[in-house]
């Protein structure tokens, strides 16, 4: 691969990149070792694998498929997890690499987990037979698999929060539309206290105008970035080659905004009556932007589960607070 090429690599590509290089530092050990030819050949044919995908340069009308597949990338980390699976297992300083073997299995194998508990039976101390190479190599696999397994949930959840998102745009500009061709189809209005045939419409006049259910639309996404920027702040950072907290910030933007036309679509019709007060333009769009805001009540449960799936794709230390 060129040195210009390099310099176009993603995060992930360097990730699995350097974690190949140790597999190949790894793998040297090996060279002129009896019985480990299988586990050689086994794990030379998997490196070529992620180099392959890593100097894949494809056309540029495939990247699209591509991307949303995410075949380079799943692939590139099943070849890498089965040559570092059969190098670990050959080396002859195993017995050695057992606690690191074992922090890496407990990431992604839960405690009853039976591979796990084999694992964490063997003596870091007593050469390794055998049969506890079987029962590393078996850990490991499973654990990877975890990961891997976990990383294909991880673009599922992406692409369909993609595919929600382009729902909810269309939905936001079909809104928008309408207000604009059909003022009073949606009136962005509410009546003032006192006098039932005095309004305050968003844009100021007295009757709906073509620009409230944009303005609207406006303030509450307004309103859903000051909740987007709440989820960037308390995010911790990820290492998955999936990154979702940028579709998940757009969600509730896009949310905030045809929750807003609502809200103040209901407020118009009295629905809200005696639990609101809107004495002036200036209330009715604050609570477009509260409105907005109100957004978060659905979204925390989507972001409460991209935490679990983000989790198990690249488990972080815990935080203590």
Not at 72 to 98: K, N, S, Y
Not at 99 to 124: C, G, I, K, T
Not at 308 to 319: A, C, G, K, S, T
Request: glycine share 8%; net charge neutral.
């Amino acid at each position: 691969m060129a040195i210009g090429d390099r310099a176009r690599l993603t995060d992930w590509q360097l990730t699995v990149e350097a974690r190949a290089r140790r597999t190949r530092a790894d793998l040297a050990e090996l060279d002129g070792v009896g019985g480990t030819e299988r586990e050689r050949r086994s794990a030379a044919e998997s490196l070529a694998v992620v180099d392959r995908v890593l100097e894949l340069r494809e056309r540029w009308w495939r990247l699209p498929a591509s991307w949303w597949s995410g075949w380079h990338i799943e692939r590139a980390w099943r070849a890498l997890h089965e040559a570092e699976v059969c190098t670990e297992a050959a080396l002859p300083d195993l017995a050695g690499r057992m606690p690191s073997l074992r922090q890496r299995v407990a990431a992604y194998l839960p405690e009853e987990d039976l591979r796990r508990q084999a694992l964490d039976s063997l003596q870091p101390g007593r050469p390794a037979g055998t049969a506890d190479r079987v029962v590393v190599v078996d850990a490991l696999r499973a654990a990877f698999d975890a990961s891997d397994d976990a990383h294909a949930a991880a673009r599922a959840l992406r692409n369909k929060m993609i595919a929600a998102a382009a729902l909810l745009f269309v939905v936001n500009t079909v809104l928008g539309v309408i207000g604009l061709l059909r003022p009073g189809f949606l009136p962005m209005c509410a009546h003032l206290p006192g006098d039932e045939k005095i309004q305050a419409c968003a844009t100021g006049a007295k009757t709906p105008g073509p620009l409230d259910v944009w303005l609207v639309q406006l303030l509450g996404a307004f309103g859903a970035m000051v909740a987007a920027v709440v989820l960037l702040l308390r995010r911790r950072p990820s290492l998955s080659p999936y990154v979702l907290i940028g579709y998940q910030a757009i969600i509730k933007v896009l949310l905030g905004s045809a929750l807003a036309v609502i809200g103040v679509l209901a407020l118009s019709a009295g629905v809200a009556e005696g639990l609101t007060c809107i004495t002036s333009q200036a209330a009715l769009l604050l609570w477009s932007a509260l409105l907005g805001y109100s957004q978060q009540v659905g979204t925390r449960l989507l972001d409460n589960y991209a935490d679990r799936v983000m989790d198990h794709v690249r488990p972080l230390p815990e935080v203590t607070r």
